[in-house]
């Protein structure tokens, strides 16, 4: 082998090697994101009932204001709704509702409320 092919060989060596790297570096550490267009149709469908009206409240089993979820924080929202599932926060509306959700309808679902704009799901937006 002459001295210019090995120099070839070694210079697409060290070319496909950092292609490698550059592609591994792209790859995200992935958490787990939500996909807001999907959250969007679980939370007008279950949650807007209660979330999506300023000021409403429960009238069963007692009168309860029902607090404003949209422009929340998604880490927040996602805590809290894993929170309830866990019993580790206690309402009980709260607790049948998330514990009928997978993990990423909640992943979904925070992100959607997360978005600026998301106002608390109202219907038609
Ligand atoms: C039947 C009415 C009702 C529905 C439907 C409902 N919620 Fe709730 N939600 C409540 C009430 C009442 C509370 C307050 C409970 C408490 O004090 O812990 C609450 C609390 C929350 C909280 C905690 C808010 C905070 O500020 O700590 C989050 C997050 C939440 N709901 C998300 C959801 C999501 C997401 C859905 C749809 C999957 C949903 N809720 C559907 C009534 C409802």
New binding site residues.
């Given amino acids: 082998m002459n001295k210019l092919n090995s120099t070839l060989i070694l210079a697409l060596g060290v070319f496909v090697s950092s292609a490698v790297v550059q592609a591994q570096a792209q790859t995200p550490a992935s958490p787990a994101k939500g996909d807001p267009a999907a959250g969007r149709q679980?939370?007008v469908a279950?949650?807007s009932?209660?979330?999506g009206i300023p000021g409403t409240k429960?009238a069963f089993p007692e009168v309860?204001s029902?607090?404003k979820?949209g422009n929340?924080n998604e880490a927040y929202?996602v805590a809290?709704?894993r929170g309830y599932r866990s019993g580790e926060?206690?309402?009980s509306?709260?607790k049948a509702?998330a514990s009928s959700?997978t993990e990423k309808e909640i992943l979904d679902?925070a992100a959607y409320?997360a978005q600026s704009g998301a106002q608390s799901g109202a219907l038609g937006k």
């Fill in positions: 679980k939370a279950i949650c009932g209660c979330h429960t309860y029902v607090p979820i929340q929202i809290a709704l926060r206690f309402n509306t709260m509702l959700l679902i409320y």
